[in-house]
């Protein structure tokens, strides 16, 4: 059975103090790793889609990577905007449909 | 260009009643999928639809059907509503021949008592 795990489940920071955030996963046939990120009651946004091991992908803070078991969200002299959920998921494909499993997220609360 | 919109925001049901959430997928977008996601939790699917299609479920019982419209809107309807079936519900658009890629609406927050 598919599994995501994200650890650590919570993370404090201070502005500026960089930190990564971990998302390991089985699945059989992957089919992209995708993060996104969670304000307090909306919908994810997403950030980054990874789809073999050794990619690379960066957006302003934020650089994310993957290898054949895990994922990581590196983050750089974060920001207190950059509060927020972080999740992981696995693209698989379940018959026809085309579905994401997702871990249960990184809580990270950056202090300024 | 307009991103995934739901509607209503919030609702409360008792146990028992039924209820139709709504969505309106992403300009250009055709696959409409499904999450419900509990609260401290990731969301979990539930089903996708693609050309007016379901094309794939996830764990939920038959009480949660859908249906995707000709212009890619959808609905999400719950029958026997129970209290676990409290959470977040969230609705994702994907572009043709891109299904993995899911952009995500604002969510429905429903409440069962």
């Known amino acids: 059975e598919d599994q995501v795990t994200q650890s650590p489940e919570a993370l404090r920071l201070q502005e500026g103090e960089s930190s990564s955030l971990n998302c390991s996963y089985t699945v059989s046939g992957l089919r992209g790793l995708f993060w996104y990120r969670q304000d307090p009651g909306k919908g994810p946004e997403f950030l980054f889609t990874l789809y073999s091991a050794g990619e690379e992908k960066e957006k302003e803070r934020l650089k994310a990577t993957l290898t054949k078991k895990e994922s990581f969200l590196h983050i750089t002299a974060p920001k207190p905007e950059d509060s927020a959920t972080y999740l992981c998921?696995?693209?698989?494909?379940?018959?026809?449909?085309?579905?994401?499993?997702f871990g249960s997220g990184t809580q990270l609360t950056v202090l300024p | 260009e307009t991103g995934v919109t739901q509607s209503p925001t919030h609702l409360i049901k008792t146990r028992g009643q039924q209820v139709t959430l709504r969505c309106s997928s992403q300009s250009g977008h055709n696959t409409v999928s499904w999450y419900q996601q509990a609260l401290g939790q990731g969301p979990q699917f539930i089903f996708q639809?693609?050309?007016?299609?379901?094309?794939g479920r996830g764990n939920f019982p038959p009480r949660f059907s859908g249906l995707q419209f000709p212009n890619y809107s959808s609905e999400l309807n719950v029958n026997a509503l129970e209290l676990d079936d409290s959470a977040l519900y969230l609705c994702a658009s994907s572009p043709e021949g891109a299904a993995y890629e899911q952009y995500f609406g604002p969510g429905t927050r429903l409440t069962v008592t």
């Open positions: 639809y693609y050309r007016e299609e379901e094309n």
């Open positions: 998921a696995v693209g698989r494909s379940s018959g026809s449909a085309r579905q994401l499993t």
